[in-house]
């Protein structure tokens, strides 16, 4: 008699066990979000206006690399990615290369501090073969930058080699 009451009592609770669980699921797939039983509206999104006509813009006069120019003629041209500026005096340097920071800078530790040059791809070779930590002599050149109303200065190798 007692092992038939302790299962009476076993089934009991799996069965509201069972049904607990089904209401639940019940309950949670029903849920539409908390819309309290309403459909959902599909959702609108405005498509964006494409113009074939290019609108001017001002970006304080610097082209971004890539970005077509109009030259004399009107027609439009590329601007090279990487160009250091021609006109301005060559400077001399020295300093430890530390290393690439990307495809076109490099950092040298002078006795400023680290800088940042940027370099055309006809460096690249005389680049590649500098150790990290070696000793370089460069030349390079400052480029001025007018960009959101503020000067920035560029500065570009136009040579480096390794020194002892």
């Not at 813009?57 to 690399?65: F, K, L, R």
């Not at 791809?121 to 930590?133: E, G, H, M, P, V």
């Not at 002599?137 to 959101?148: P, Q, S």
Request: proline share 7%.
């Amino acid at each position: 008699m007692m092992n038939m009451l302790k299962k009476n009592k076993t089934s009991r609770a799996l069965i509201a066990g069972a049904i607990l669980i089904a209401v639940m699921l019940a309950t949670a797939a029903c849920s539409n979000n908390n819309n309290n039983g309403e459909q959902p509206s599909p959702s609108i999104e405005p498509t964006p206006v494409v113009s074939a006509t290019p609108e001017p813009t001002d970006n304080g006069g610097v082209t971004e690399p890539g970005e077509a120019t109009p030259d004399e003629d009107g027609a439009a041209t590329e601007e090279p990615v990487n160009t250091a500026p021609t006109d301005a005096p060559s400077m001399k340097g020295e300093g430890v290369f530390v290393g690439l920071a990307d495809t076109h800078t490099v950092e040298i530790e002078t006795s400023g501090g680290a800088q940042s040059y940027q370099f055309e791809d006809s460096l690249s070779d005389a680049i590649n073969a500098i150790q990290s930590n070696a000793n370089v002599t460069f030349e390079y050149v400052e480029k001025k930058i007018e960009a959101d109303g503020q000067s920035i200065t560029q500065l570009w190798l136009t040579k480096i080699e390794a020194s002892n």
